[in-house]
């Protein structure tokens, strides 16, 4: 950085980017405005984030619960001796600070956990599993299907590895291709069965590639085929994949916490003990919503509903089905009769944080029913809902707080009418069964 412009500090340091045909300045700039979640400081981990950060990826959130021991290094190429018995986030952050002072990396000495996966994807445009956990890639699969964020997957053993992009609702999921998490489970990890050294930085090499493809929008992402990597005969297979229309979680309405279901009864690796307990992910979107830290009970109750349970008046309906169906099957009467609004936003994968910024605007401090065809996406809709709602909530409580604390008076119940931004909704409820069940 000593040789460098003060109007442009990136010109020497990229130089070959800015001049690479299709990449250049825009592509350069895209990369620094990219925030990566990278899960997993291991083998996947080292060349994935020395690779964003020596080319000037803005910002990496990396997610780790573990210490550097010495078994690590002859694979785990970002972490020396010296960081031996230190956190291995902080290992990553000396590092990154080391090679690239241009980019911030927040570390986090953390398991993952549901909670966070979809906290965390939430903030992030692009995601890296790089864990040697078949949990935390469903888990991170489905936070990406449901956020909309793309999520770029690796796995490694002995002498061979596998690669792939998700890119929801454009390609295949990981569960389209992979729908039984039992039997994926069943195949040994790393730790059991040997992995050669030099694999994992082939295999990250990979993904940071995919990574800086997605970020900067050049090339087509490996989203519609998995790539197999074996190193003994040094060939690369390529296995062409398909979205599965019945697919658990992206296939719209195939049973979405059917599909979650299956992860239940797999033992939990260490270092992601807590991805059990409350259904696997099915407690994402489920009555409830993100109920396993308890912060749904900060807002309006998250449930589901049938014509029984409909609320009088005061509430607003959201059809959350893709405008072709909403015109192919109007909503039935009975439905809106109550309503003070009613409107349609597409579910269609996922919701990014403007449209559901918007929703919470429209509904204010109404109750708010979502429905769509068969009841699969109106729940996880309900679900991100009701969590962004607690959020708000807890934004809102933190805010009081200031507002007391300065003298300020500060009425606690009536307080979220004070400003737009604080409101919530009163109870969320989604259509048990959709309109298949309920017309
Ligand atoms: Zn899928």
Redesign the pocket.
């Known amino acids: 950085m000593r040789d460098a412009r003060p109007d442009d500090p990136g010109a020497r340091r990229y130089a070959r980017h800015h001049s690479l045909a299709g990449f250049g300045v825009t592509g350069q700039r895209r990369l620094a405005a990219a925030r990566v979640l990278v899960v997993g400081a291991g083998g996947l981990g080292s060349p994935v984030i020395s690779s964003l950060a020596g080319c000037g990826v803005g910002h990496l959130v990396v997610m780790d619960p573990d210490v550097v021991e010495i078994s690590n290094l002859p694979r785990q190429l970002i972490h020396t001796e010296a960081a031996i018995g230190t956190a291995k986030v902080t290992s990553v952050q000396r590092a990154v600070a080391a090679q690239n002072s241009g980019v911030e990396v927040s570390a986090l000495p953390e398991r993952l956990s549901v909670t966070r996966a979809l906290e965390l994807v939430a903030e992030v445009d692009v995601v890296v599993d790089c864990t040697d956990s078949i949990e935390a890639r469903y888990v991170l699969n489905d936070a990406c ?1 449901l956020l909309g964020v793309p999520l770029v997957w690796a796995s490694i053993a002995q002498y061979a590895g596998q690669f792939g992009v998700v890119e929801p609702a454009v390609g ?2 990981y ?2 291709v992979f729908p039984d998490p039992q039997a994926v489970a069943g195949l040994a990890t790393c730790e059991e069965a040997g992995v050669l050294g030099v694999l994992p930085g082939v295999l990250g090499a990979m993904q940071a590639v995919e990574v800086i493809k997605l970020c900067s929008g050049i090339g087509a992402p490996a989203r519609d085929a998995i790539r197999l990597y074996d190193a003994l005969g040094a060939t690369m297979a390529t296995l062409p994949v398909a ?2 229309p019945e ?1 658990g ?3 719209l309405e195939a049973g979405y916490f059917e599909g979650v279901a299956g992860l239940e009864g797999v033992d939990a690796p260490p270092g992601f003990a807590d991805f059990g307990g409350s259904g696997g992910f099915g407690g994402l979107g489920a009555a409830g919503g993100p109920g396993a830290d308890g912060r749904a009970a900060a807002s309006g109750a998250v449930a589901e509903i049938g014509p029984q349970e409909w609320p009088d008046a005061g509430f607003v309906l959201v059809d959350v089905r893709n405008p072709d169906e909403v015109e192919a099957a109007p909503l039935p009467p009975w439905m809106t009769v109550g309503a003070d609004e009613t409107f349609v936003e597409p579910w269609a994968g996922g919701w990014n944080e403007t449209t559901r910024a918007s929703v919470h605007a429209r509904v204010g401090e109404r109750d708010v029913v979502l429905v769509c065809a068969r009841g699969a996406r109106s729940r996880a809709a309900a679900g991100v809902l009701g969590a962004s709602a607690s959020a708000s909530a807890m934004e809102h409580a933190a805010a009081s707080g200031r507002e007391a604390a300065s003298g300020q008076e500060a009425t606690p119940g009536d307080d979220a009418a004070a400003d737009g931004s604080s409101r919530r909704p009163g109870r969320i409820l989604s259509v048990r069964g959709g309109l298949a069940a309920a017309s």
């Open positions: 299907v295949p999921c569960r389209c979205r599965d697919c979680v992206c296939g």
